[in-house]
């Protein structure tokens, strides 16, 4: 696939590959530009690829957050559903947020998920738009 292209993150998806029947694959070495905008909602809260902190919710529900908080795919601190990407089905995560450029580590795959606990993906809902360019 050519760059750039745009593909939709999913938040009920846990580690879709972007670009969906067409994954986009990155090159180790290779410089890249990923930036997404939209809202997506975790239950009620509605936030942006950048996610909501803790502040946002009740004091009584913050330390059930905390104590569940290493079951996401990524430690984030107090930052939850920020839009996270990964290499290859078993590269480690990294944030994306609304934008981020990097070099690729390894060849594969692009995946992408919302920084969430697997089993509460049941009450995520919409999608962001995501632009994967190669950065100069």
Same mark, same amino acid.
């Given at each position: 696939?050519?760059?750039?292209?745009?593909?939709?993150?999913?938040?009920?998806?846990?580690?879709?590959?972007?670009?969906?029947?067409?994954?986009?694959?990155?090159?180790?070495?290779?410089?890249?530009?990923?930036?997404?905008?939209?809202?997506? %909602?975790?239950?009620?809260?509605?936030?942006?690829?950048?996610? %909501?902190?803790?502040?946002?919710?009740?004091?009584?529900?913050?330390?059930?957050?905390?104590?569940?908080?290493?079951?996401?795919?990524?430690?984030?601190?107090?930052?939850?559903?920020?839009?996270?990407?990964?290499?290859?089905?078993?590269?480690?995560?990294?944030?994306?947020?609304?934008?981020?450029?990097?070099?690729?580590?390894?060849?594969?795959?692009? %995946?992408?998920?919302?920084?969430?606990?697997?089993?509460? %993906?049941?009450?995520?809902?919409?999608?962001?738009?995501?632009?994967?360019?190669?950065?100069?």
């Amino acid at each position: 696939m050519t760059l750039p292209v745009q593909v939709t993150a999913d938040s009920e998806r846990w580690w879709d590959p972007a670009g969906g029947k067409d994954p986009i694959s990155l090159i180790a070495g290779q410089s890249y530009l990923i930036q997404a905008a939209g809202t997506w %909602y975790d239950d009620t809260i509605a936030c942006g690829p950048e996610g %909501y902190d803790l502040s946002v919710i009740p004091p009584w529900k913050r330390p059930l957050f905390k104590i569940f908080s290493g079951l996401r795919p990524l430690d984030t601190g107090d930052r939850w559903y920020m839009l996270l990407g990964r290499i290859g089905s078993g590269g480690p995560a990294f944030e994306i947020g609304k934008s981020v450029m990097f070099i690729a580590k390894l060849s594969g795959i692009l %995946y992408l998920t919302v920084n969430d606990i697997h089993l509460m %993906y049941y009450n995520n809902k919409g999608t962001l738009q995501v632009e994967i360019s190669l950065a100069t």
